[in-house]
């Protein structure tokens, strides 16, 4: 069974401090890896999206990267208006997005 | 590009009635459009996958003669939850694929609040 888990569950940063976001997989035949933010009460917001080991994605303050068991999403100087959960999700052969429960970042101005 | 809608934003409903839920993509046609449900804190929960003109697919668990899925068009799904019972109470969202776009990238609409009381 395909399983995608993040850490840490939640993340308090100051703004300006960097951080990374973890989202570890286990995914039959990988497809594609997938980064979103969802605010409160939103559906998820496209971020990136990975497709091999050693590829990378970045926009504005964030970089996703990806190696064959991991992808990180690296947070630099972040401001206020980055608190949000952000969710990983992969999909496998089965062609189905496995979601992981989300990081809930907060970022204290 | 690539924006999803859906209709209504919330819905209050009483134990036993029917809510019809639309998902709609604005500015591309979908080849594949999905439903999932989430419950606080919790992960997108994969409810069933449909394709324009054909019956959905469910996954185990999820009650097909409950969750109600027509897809009428390639731009147009819709979710129906019959004789909702306050468990039924969730955030539903839509998601779906671009025609010609990256394949497996799903865009997804805004979310559907439902409380049954």
Redesign the interface.
């Known amino acids: 069974e395909d399983q995608v888990t993040q850490s840490p569950e939640a993340l308090r940063l100051q703004e300006g401090e960097s951080s990374s976001l973890n989202c570890s997989y286990t995914v039959s035949g990988l ?2 890896l ?1 980064w ?1 933010r969802q605010d409160p ?6 971020l990136f ?1 990975l497709y091999s080991a050693g590829e990378e994605k970045e926009k504005e303050r964030l970089k996703a990267t990806l190696t064959k068991k991991e992808s990180f999403l690296h947070i630099t100087a972040p401001k206020p208006e980055d608190s949000a959960t952000y ?1 990983c ?1 992969a ?1 496998g052969a089965n ?3 496995t ?4 990081i809930t970042l907060s970022v204290r101005p | 590009g690539a924006v999803v809608s859906q209709h209504p934003s919330w819905v209050i409903c009483k134990s036993g009635t029917s809510v019809k839920i639309e998902c709609r993509s604005l500015d591309f046609q979908a080849t594949t459009m999905f439903w999932y449900r989430q419950f606080p804190k919790q992960s997108l929960m994969l409810m069933a996958t449909s394709n324009e003109g054909s019956k959905a697919t469910y996954e185990q668990g999820v009650e097909k003669d409950k969750f109600l899925i027509n897809h009428a068009s390639l731009t147009l799904s819709t979710l129906t939850v019959t004789s909702a019972h306050p468990e039924d109470s969730s955030f539903y969202i839509c998601s779906a694929t671009r025609v010609f776009g990256l394949p497996y990238e799903q865009y997804f609409g805004p979310g559907t609040r439902l409380t049954v009381t």
């Open positions: 497809r594609g997938f979103y009460g939103k559906g998820p917001e496209f999206t969710l999700a999909t062609s189905k997005l979601f992981g429960k989300g």
